[in-house]
């Protein structure tokens, strides 16, 4: 992978940065062992967002990922692609689905009703609703944002509920006032859409 191994030290630290901010965002759009991720569902086997761009970046490398240049033209796409590979096949695998129920349905035990656990998430309807409304935003944002890629980050980073000034610059190695700036420029971006399509907890309330 020689535009990989051609990257300075800095630049490499950069994109594993930036890599890492996107698999914290996925992550975060998924359900893990039965709990949405911005509900607190974590991934099986303690895997943190660093460890799927680590391990993306060790396909390529190993070409057990090979490149398909003309549908992802650049190396932060392609691993982008292998990224969202890795996490989908994990939040399908058993390990993730393991664990949703303490005991089964058929158990005859008197003392299976002890092991069920009390059901805490919404209605199931208003869920998908919720989850359909978070993928139109997320689709619409990306087009809206489209040629803009420090507000294409910025606008990550709030998706990922990276909310502080301070760690946004952290992350995307800026200062606080290009930040703040930006996030006004976001603001005014995507009212629009918010304005076209509502969340489904504010239409409710009309």
């Not at 087009?143 to 606008?155: A, M, P, S």
């Not at 603001?187 to 509502?198: A, I, N, S, T, Y």
Request: charged share 35%; glycine share 6%.
């Amino acid at each position: 992978m020689d535009e990989l191994l051609a990257l300075s030290d800095v630049e490499q630290e950069a994109l594993l940065k930036r890599l890492t901010l996107y698999a914290q965002c996925k992550m975060r759009r998924l359900t893990w062992r039965g709990v949405h991720g911005r509900r607190g569902g974590t991934a099986p086997e303690g895997y943190e967002p660093d460890d799927f761009a680590l391990k993306a970046i060790e396909k390529l490398l190993d070409g057990s990922r090979p490149w398909n240049r003309e549908e992802y033209p650049t190396l932060e796409a392609a691993l982008r692609a292998t990224i969202d590979s890795i996490i989908n096949h994990l939040a399908v695998s058993a390990d993730n689905v393991r664990g949703r129920r303490l005991a089964s349905e058929s158990s005859r035990s008197a003392t299976a009703q002890a092991f069920q656990v009390p059901g805490t998430e919404p209605n199931p309807a208003d869920v998908v609703i919720d989850r359909e409304w978070q993928e139109w935003f997320h689709e619409a944002a990306m087009k809206e944002l489209d040629g803009d890629d420090f507000l294409i980050k910025l606008f990550e980073c709030l998706a990922a509920e990276i909310t502080k000034p301070e760690e946004i610059a952290t992350l995307l190695d800026m200062s606080i006032d290009d930040v703040n700036n930006g996030k006004k420029r976001l603001r005014r971006k995507l009212e629009k859409l918010d304005g076209k399509h509502p969340p489904p907890q504010r239409r409710a309330k009309r």
